[in-house]
């Protein structure tokens, strides 16, 4: 079946630092999206991008279709970006998305 | 816009009871969506709905779940008999044309 792996599956920076986070999948992604988590909270869609290059404020995703794989760069991180950044793919015709287990991204002050 | 809204936001019922998960989705939205997350499992599809219709409900577990969408304004998720394996987050998603899926907050299920 689909698999999406995402890496790291934590990563701990200081405040200001840059994150980069990946997304690898093992079918060809019709539709890719990234989430936010807060701890106990809902999902909150960040970008969708099947292919090539999106920007919204401090996020930057790039995912290279024929190479199966998405990332995630936060810039200038802030100790409200700490949370989980969830990645998730839909393949063929099929609208249901499938989750990767996630990275929990901690920024410190 | 209100976004996607589900309710009840918890509910606790004991072993062997019957649990109705409610959604309500976006205004206009064609397509409902609910998954299942838990610790262990991540997250999980269950089932979908385009234009009221069931169109894909592979991750159901057939015994005891069943949803339906008896008009474009909400959607249901029953479980019966429930079991302390059944204790999640429901998620509700729903989504127009464009494929891009908007979550509600979920439904906290606890079976005891």
């Known amino acids: 079946g689909q698999q999406v792996q995402q890496s790291p599956s934590s990563l701990v920076l200081q405040e200001g630092e840059n994150a980069e986070l990946q997304c690898n999948f093992s079918s060809t992604a019709t539709q890719l999206q990234w989430f936010y988590q807060s701890p106990g909270g809902s999902l909150v869609s960040l970008l969708s991008?099947?292919?090539g290059t999106k920007h919204t404020g401090r996020l930057t995703s790039t995912t290279v279709t024929k190479e199966r794989r998405s990332s995630l760069h936060i810039s200038s991180s802030q100790t409200t970006d700490s949370g989980t950044y969830l990645c998730a793919i839909a393949t063929g015709g099929a609208d249901r998305l499938t989750f990767g287990k996630g990275t929990q991204l901690i920024i410190q002050p | 816009n209100a976004g996607v809204i589900q309710t009840p936001r918890h509910k606790v019922t004991g072993k062997g009871q019957e649990a109705t998960l409610w959604c309500e989705p976006i205004?206009?939205?064609?397509?409902v969506f609910w998954y299942r997350q838990t610790i262990v499992q991540g997250l999980e599809f269950l089932t979908y709905?385009?234009?009221?219709?069931?169109?894909?409900d592979s991750g159901m577990p057939k015994e005891r779940f069943s949803a339906q969408m008896p008009n474009q304004s909400h959607s249901t998720l029953k479980i019966q008999s429930t079991q302390p394996q059944d204790s999640a987050v429901y998620l509700c998603a729903s989504s127009s044309d464009s494929y891009e899926q908007y979550f509600g907050p979920g439904t906290r299920l606890t079976v005891l």
């Open positions: 205004s206009g939205h064609s397509a």
């Open positions: 709905f385009r234009n009221q219709a069931p169109i894909d």
């Open positions: 991008n099947p292919s």
